[in-house]
């Protein structure tokens, strides 16, 4: 221990020099996070505190939230809207079809016709205009499913077909 007191008090002024050193080192780190620490704290209170353009934080979360609800309950009420409206539109008409043609051998052109009204179910009606030289007649015959229960002429039966073949149904998002 007097060897550790005599290296000491030889070199006293260099052994202060250095733990001035250190001191000093400390107190620069010291200052450094007080400064950090100091703009960290500005940064909080600008965050939570009121602020200028939208008050504090909280009122900021709290008004998003209310945003949220308010365009969820909106999305709601336009999902049950789309699916009224999808529903509707399937009975709407949706696929025709339509054949001209010349029944009789004594008329000049195709001014008979066959046409197909069918919805999204492929329900409908078909309507046959047979045009002669004294008259023209008109006859209506309904379609389920795309085929009729009384019997079809030739261009009823391609007027269906064209109708049903002629436009497919657009996927739906649930498909």
């Known amino acids: 221990m007097a060897e550790l007191n005599r290296i000491l008090a030889d070199n006293l002024a260099i052994a202060f020099g250095v733990l001035g ?3 000093l080192l400390l107190l620069l780190v010291i200052l450094v996070q007080g400064i950090r620490l100091g703009r960290a704290t500005r940064a909080y209170r600008q965050l939570v ?8 934080l909280r009122n900021v979360l709290d008004g998003h939230v209310q945003r949220v609800d308010e365009v ?17 539109s399937r ?3 949706q696929h025709i079809g339509m054949v001209r043609f010349n029944p009789f051998e004594d008329t000049g052109s195709d ?24 008259n023209t007649r008109l006859f209506a015959k309904p379609v389920e499913n ?5 019997t079809l002429s030739t261009e009823e039966a391609q007027a269906i077909r064209i109708a049903v073949e002629g436009t ?5 998002a649930q498909s």
């Open 111 to 134: 001014q008979s016709f066959a046409i197909a009204l069918l919805d999204d179910r492929r329900d409908g009606v078909v309507l046959s205009s047979l045009h002669g030289r004294a």
């Open 168 to 172: 497919r149904p657009v996927p739906t």
């Open 21 to 23: 050193l250190i001191v």
């Open 91 to 93: 009975g709407s008409l």
């Open 72 to 88: 969820s309950r909106r999305l709601g009420d336009l999902d049950r809207l789309h699916g009224f409206l999808e529903e509707r």
């Open 146 to 150: 795309g085929a009729s229960k009384h």
């Open 49 to 56: 505190g009121a602020s200028e353009n939208g008050g504090s």
